[in-house]
């Protein structure tokens, strides 16, 4: 089992930066992928970006690429998006994801509970 916090989200105008973090406690951190999702009103969850167990490898949505830059630092158990340049179809609240198994946007074992992020015009 792993335990996910993410922190971070709040209110900001577009072209405005946030920096979501992701705590993780439980089994070894430095053994999972992980991912950053994000839900948006009425629609489906999305994958938004995604790193192996290392930090070597990163993979991102089309509509972020650019914008986001996803990292982590194993010796904290913590997983980062930054996000730069935000539009409001940002707009969404924002999941972290682990496994141990999969990369990319994969399906994903463990899930946090989700942090809002708000971009306002």
């Known amino acids: 089992q792993v335990q996910l916090v993410e922190s971070g989200g709040g209110l900001v105008q577009a072209g405005g930066s946030l920096r979501l973090s992701c705590a993780a406690s439980?089994?070894?951190?430095?053994?999972?992928?992980m991912g950053w999702f994000r839900q948006a009103p009425g629609k489906e969850r999305e994958f938004v970006a995604g790193?192996?167990?290392?930090?070597?490898?990163?993979f991102y949505a089309d509509s972020v690429k650019g914008r986001f830059t996803i990292s982590r630092d194993n010796a904290k158990n913590t997983v980062y998006l930054q996000m730069n340049s935000l539009k409001p179809e940002d707009t969404a609240v924002y999941y972290c994801?682990?496994?141990?198994?999969?990369?990319?946007?994969?399906?994903?074992?463990?899930w946090g509970q989700g942090t809002q992020v708000t971009v306002s015009s």
């Open positions: 994801a682990a496994d141990l198994t999969t990369l990319g946007a994969g399906t994903y074992d463990y």
């Open positions: 439980g089994r070894t951190f430095s053994a999972f992928a």
């Open positions: 790193i192996n167990w290392s930090g070597g490898r990163t």
